[in-house]
């Protein structure tokens, strides 16, 4: 039982890692109905710029994750500007090879500039443990859980009490309609992939930091992560998170459980599981747990 | 209205869309306070000119003019803080909103407060409909209720000049003469009227003036007096054989 407990903590752990990646899709998906598959390489560009910061500049943590953040959502604003803005009204299909071929070509800088060797980002959260019964909780992933319901908590007030917020939701629903308001819809855009952004680097600092390493691989994933968001419903930040534990759980559960009673299932079969139950999920409910369906009224 | 100068004017525009020509040097002007209409069959270009008016269409020559200045260049934002507000077509509310939701988004670009307050009070009271139902989805209301929301979303812009894009499209019978009588009302308080409408009879009975548009080229520029006593236009628009 405890074993359980300790797996589903881990798992919270992880999911709530996802959780934060998955937001990041959502907020731009949200605003334009793109899906950003570029979004893990601005995760791993935000670790990497946090290390620098911290580690070549010698800056204080905190310091150097707040230059990640606002360094990630220029990164987010550029990409907009530069390609994406271009290819409005363009083909769904066309937006989304765009981001596709921008995650290896940020993969690549990243690899440039830092090299593909494992680096270390730093430890703020130090080795330090909670114990909650018999189960041991560790500091860095009370901190990953915590960071994941601030993000969320703040997106949901950003989206239902900003003004900012309630346009970018008029922009996702009907951008014409929303221009007409007097909405700059460029102006939307470019905020939700700053907000895009930011979160990456919170994602990727968390990822990266305390006692794993840092690694151009950081970005992958944002494959697990997408599972999360899909789960729920690719346009609810609530869902991302809820999304997140549940991927999160799942592949922890598989990790602790399966070599040892279902081991026909072959090595390391906990990194199909993300991939396994959004396939269920999907089925079952097409449009993912928390997703949208259309009101409309004729 | 020739003592007073026009808000909104069209100086020999030329609107595309990519290479297909849609409007024909047209020339109109809006004057505070009066109701226009803006005739024509279908596909006349008739949606294209209120969004050329209110900047969501570039033209290609010509200059749009607002307050005396051309503002060709200047986004849709900068007319809808200057009072110019639209009712589109089909009434496009954001459906997935609630009520109140829309009729914010109406005053997204508005900075005082207490008249925002004031104005949603004053929809409360003109649509008590609407104020039972502030928390429902826009896209779940009935069409007369849309309708209100509309109205309602455009004028939380303070607006100067409504343009509104066949506001009886999609209404029920009995609603259409409610729907003009509102307008009616909305121009007595003083906001200038641009309206586009299918219903010839029924627009250029409450209008001042009126053009026919017919493939992109205004073809009739009178007074609604001398429009509706035309026989070119009540053999083509009024239905008369
Ligand atoms: N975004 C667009 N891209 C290309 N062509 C367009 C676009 N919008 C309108 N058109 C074309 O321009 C012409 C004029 O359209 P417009 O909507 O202005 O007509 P309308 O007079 O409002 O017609 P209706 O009475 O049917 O509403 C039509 O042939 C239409 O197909
Ligand atoms: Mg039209």
Known sequence: MNDFLQLCFAGMALGARYALVALGFVVIHRATGVINFAQGSIVALGAYFAFNAHQTWGLPFLLAAIIAVAGCAVVGIIVERLLLRKMSGQPVFSVIMITIGLLFVIDQIITMIWGQDAQNLGDPWGIDTVEAGEIVLAVVDLWAIGLAFLVVGAFFLFFRYSSTGLAMRAVAIDEEAAMARGISVRRVVATAWAIAGSVAAVAGITLASGPAALRPSVGLIALAAFPAMILGGLDSPLGAVLGGFIIGITQTLTAGYQPAHASWLGQDFQSVTPYAVMILILLIRPHGLFGTKEVERL | ?241
């Open chain 2, 1 to 241: 209205m020739s003592d007073q100068k026009p808000i909104l004017e069209f100086r020999d525009i030329n609107t595309h869309y990519g290479a297909v020509h849609i409007l024909k040097e047209v020339n109109l002007a809006i004057y505070p306070g009066e109701m226009v209409c803006l005739l024509g069959g279908n596909a006349s270009g008739k949606s294209t000119t209120l969004k050329t008016l209110l900047g969501m269409v570039t033209p290609t020559s010509g200059e749009v003019v607002l307050d005396g200045e051309v503002v060709n260049d200047k986004p849709t934002s900068y007319r809808v803080e200057r009072g110019i507000t639209m009712v589109p077509e089909n009434r496009r509310l954001f459906k997935r909103l609630s009520v109140l939701e829309n009729l914010q988004l109406g005053a997204y670009l508005r900075t005082d407060k207490d008249g925002v307050e004031r104005d949603l009070e004053r929809i409360y009271s003109m649509f008590p409909r609407v104020k039972e139902r502030l928390s429902q989805k826009a896209g779940t209301l009935s069409g007369g209720e849309q309708q209100m929301v509309a109205m309602g979303r455009a004028l939380m812009a303070d607006p100067r000049v409504l343009l509104m894009d066949e506001p009886s499209m999609g209404l029920a019978p009995s609603l259409v003469r409610t729907n003009f009588e509102l307008i009616q009302q909305i121009h007595e308080e003083g906001i200038a009227i641009f309206m586009v409408e299918q219903n010839a009879n029924m627009a250029l009975s409450l209008a001042d003036r009126g053009w026919v548009l017919q493939t992109g080229r205004v073809v009739l520029d009178d007074t609604a007096d001398a429009l509706l006593a035309n026989p070119e236009l009540r053999k083509s628009y009024l239905g008369e054989a």
